[in-house]
């Protein structure tokens, strides 16, 4: 069972920056394609950016694209997603997951195990 822990979360202004986190305590991330995620009130689940296992192929959503970027150090176990020039329509709840598939489909039923989530707010 792969246990997903997210961080760093937080409130940040129109054009900030933030790095999430997401942490695999006593599991092997590399054995995983691992996804970040994003939920806003009253919408569903939405892909933000996908990583393949060895970390060379990686996949976004057009609104994120050269403004975010997803990375994995399978030595220490994490993937990172860095937001730079954040928007207030980024606000959201950013999930971690993962998936044992072979896939390069960035859609959240595809991925299987999930974290409890970090919140994301752009407001100024």
């Known amino acids: 069972q792969l246990q997903l822990v997210e961080s760093g979360g937080g409130l940040v202004q129109p054009g900030g920056s933030l790095r999430l986190s997401c942490a695999a305590p006593g599991s092997t991330l590399n054995s995983y394609n691992i996804g970040w995620f994003r939920q806003a009130p009253g919408k569903e689940r939405e892909a933000v950016s996908c990583i393949s296992r060895s970390g060379e192929n990686t996949t976004y959503i057009d609104s994120v694209l050269g403004r975010f970027i997803i990375s994995r150090d399978n030595a220490k176990n994490t993937v990172y997603l860095q937001m730079n020039s954040l928007k207030a329509e980024d606000t959201g709840i950013y999930y971690c997951?993962?998936?044992?598939?072979?896939?390069?489909?960035?859609?959240?039923?595809?991925?299987?195990?999930w974290g409890q989530g970090t919140q994301v707010t752009v407001s100024s």
């Open positions: 997951g993962g998936t044992r598939a072979y896939t390069s489909i960035c859609h959240p039923l595809w991925y299987g195990f």
